[in-house]
């Protein structure tokens, strides 16, 4: 049901913003919306999700007009700062967000549309399994004005989907696949590798199997062991084998090397785009230390460097959104050390990088070692850009130690 919630000062229940918190027309602003069902909890998955037996009197059926409640708080709280500033990109994620009915997801975009507007060129993305993805579904996802379908795929071998506790059929992706194309969606796929008993081969498999389905935009992320899974709790057991570090490298590299003979360039450590604007644009946004607001339990929102997160369990957040209360649960404002440090952390693992000004005393004079280690693009560090090299992208962590120390 999701690691815990960070520790930080209580928020108010009216859902006001500090006096000192300045919002910024210039600031885009994206909206995260998280819908936090499944049919079942896959044994990896850390993230604030709940199935059917876990709800505990919240309802999937009353969820849309829940969320539309916190939409319209937020609007007030933003409209009591200034002009609301409309929605630049809107991400629904979970979770499965297509176990709702198309038409509640539709309501939630209009919610949106209603109280902040869209922008002209604005980017609509809704993460689906592919075993809920249906042309009927696809096309009404289109009607509302969603522009991209972000399917799991995670693999296209079957003992690596049950090592994952995945329970589509991989043959049902191409399906998946072929309902948004014809609904006029754009397409990304999201892979899993290193999972329990996947080698090299079964990976490459996955590989190219997506890479024939030519989506859009190819997410590849490495499986972390998280605290509480069950996957977790297996290892612990020696029930299966952890994640071996030197082959998920190797995975990382053919990854790279499939995916850019295929045409798709990476603009993030574990992002592969067709083209620059089929770039996922609300995940940049995030990387890029923009605006959002992010609704349901357990999302997370920042403004101007405020940060808040609501309350976790589906019915704790229907309760406080129906009493007309802020569902957040606490907020903090990190120091300016702080915010530097995530600065680095973020910019670094995009391609565009960052400016090498902004990498200040000892971490500066690291970037000459950084290029001489073949960490860091020293052609980029010329133009004044700190951006990894493929090797710098294995290593992100130790290149953000040495930028920051």
Same mark, same amino acid.
């Given at each position: 049901?999701?690691? +815990?919630?960070?520790?930080?000062?209580? +928020?108010?229940?009216?859902?006001?913003?500090?006096?000192?918190? &300045?919002? &910024?027309?210039?600031?885009?602003?994206?909206?995260? $919306?998280?819908?936090?069902?499944?049919?079942?909890?896959?044994?990896?998955?850390?993230?604030?999700?709940?199935?059917?037996?876990?709800?505990?009197?919240?309802?999937?059926?009353?969820?849309?007009?829940? %969320?539309?409640?916190?939409?319209?708080?937020?609007?007030?709280?933003?409209?009591?700062?200034?002009?609301?500033?409309?929605?630049?990109?809107?991400?629904?994620?979970?979770?499965?967000?297509?176990?709702?009915?198309?038409?509640?997801?539709?309501?939630?975009?209009?919610?949106?549309?209603? +109280?902040?507007?869209?922008?002209?060129?604005?980017?609509?993305?809704?993460?689906?399994?592919?075993?809920?993805?249906?042309?009927?579904?696809?096309?009404?996802?289109?009607?509302?004005?969603?522009?991209?379908? *972000?399917?799991?795929?995670?693999?296209?071998?079957?003992?690596? $989907?049950?090592?994952?506790?995945?329970?589509?059929?991989?043959?049902? %992706?191409?399906?998946?696949? @072929?309902?948004?194309?014809?609904?006029?969606?754009?397409?990304?796929? @999201?892979?899993?590798?290193?999972?329990?008993?996947?080698?090299?081969?079964? =990976?490459?498999?996955?590989?190219?199997?997506?890479?024939? $389905?030519?989506?859009?935009? #190819?997410?590849?992320?490495?499986? #972390?062991?998280?605290?509480?899974?069950?996957?977790?709790?297996? #290892? /612990?057991?020696?029930?299966?084998?952890?994640?071996? @570090?030197?082959?998920?490298?190797?995975?990382?590299?053919?990854?790279?090397?499939?995916?850019?003979?295929?045409?798709?360039?990476?603009?993030?450590?574990?992002?592969?785009?067709?083209?620059?604007?089929?770039? &996922?644009?609300?995940?940049?946004?995030? =990387?890029?230390?923009?605006?959002?607001?992010?609704?349901?339990?357990?999302?997370?929102?920042?403004?101007?460097?405020?940060? =808040?997160?609501?309350?976790?369990?589906?019915?704790?957040?229907?309760? /406080?959104?129906?009493?007309?209360? *802020?569902?957040?649960?606490?907020?903090?404002?990190?120091?300016?050390?702080?915010?530097?440090?995530?600065?680095?952390?973020?910019?670094?693992? #995009? &391609?565009?990088?960052?400016?090498?000004?902004? %990498?200040?005393?000892?971490?500066?004079?690291?970037?000459?070692?950084?290029?001489?280690?073949?960490?860091?693009?020293?052609? +980029?560090?010329?133009?004044?850009?700190? %951006?990894?090299?493929?090797?710098?992208?294995?290593?992100?962590?130790?290149?953000?130690?040495?930028?920051?120390?």
């Amino acid at each position: 049901m999701g690691a +815990a919630l960070p520790l930080g000062d209580p +928020a108010p229940a009216d859902g006001s913003l500090p006096s000192d918190v &300045s919002i &910024s027309p210039e600031t885009p602003f994206g909206v995260y $919306l998280h819908v936090p069902f499944c049919r079942v909890r896959c044994g990896y998955c850390d993230f604030n999700t709940y199935t059917a037996t876990e709800l505990r009197g919240a309802r999937q059926d009353a969820y849309a007009d829940e %969320v539309l409640r916190e939409i319209a708080l937020s609007a007030d709280v933003l409209r009591a700062r200034g002009p609301l500033r409309p929605a630049a990109t809107v991400f629904f994620g979970g979770g499965t967000p297509t176990l709702l009915p198309g038409d509640d997801l539709a309501r939630m975009l209009d919610g949106i549309r209603t +109280a902040f507007a869209l922008t002209e060129d604005a980017e609509v993305t809704v993460e689906a399994n592919p075993d809920t993805v249906t042309p009927l579904l696809a096309g009404r996802l289109k009607d509302a004005g969603v522009t991209r379908l *972000s399917i799991g795929m995670q693999s296209a071998v079957p003992h690596v $989907l049950a090592a994952l506790d995945r329970t589509h059929d991989p043959a049902g %992706v191409a399906t998946a696949v @072929d309902a948004a194309r014809s609904a006029g969606l754009a397409v990304s796929l @999201d892979l899993i590798y290193g999972a329990p008993g996947e080698s090299l081969d079964d =990976w490459r498999r996955s590989l190219e199997t997506a890479v024939a $389905l030519d989506p859009d935009h #190819i997410s590849a992320y490495a499986l #972390i062991i998280e605290d509480g899974t069950k996957l977790e709790r297996q #290892i /612990r057991r020696g029930e299966v084998a952890a994640p071996d @570090d030197d082959l998920q490298a190797d995975m990382y590299e053919l990854a790279d090397e499939l995916l850019g003979g295929a045409g798709y360039a990476w603009y993030e450590v574990s992002n592969w785009a067709k083209a620059p604007g089929q770039r &996922s644009r609300h995940n940049l946004a995030y =990387w890029q230390g923009h605006d959002w607001w992010g609704y349901g339990p357990g999302a997370h929102s920042h403004i101007d460097g405020l940060r =808040w997160w609501n309350v976790k369990h589906p019915a704790a957040y229907a309760q /406080r959104v129906s009493s007309g209360a *802020s569902p957040a649960a606490g907020r903090e404002r990190p120091d300016a050390a702080a915010r530097r440090l995530e600065s680095v952390l973020l910019r670094s693992r #995009i &391609s565009d990088g960052l400016a090498v000004s902004d %990498v200040t005393g000892e971490g500066r004079r690291a970037v000459a070692s950084l290029i001489a280690d073949g960490l860091i693009d020293g052609a +980029a560090a010329v133009r004044g850009r700190v %951006v990894l090299t493929l090797r710098g992208r294995l290593l992100a962590d130790a290149v953000v130690r040495a930028l920051t120390a």
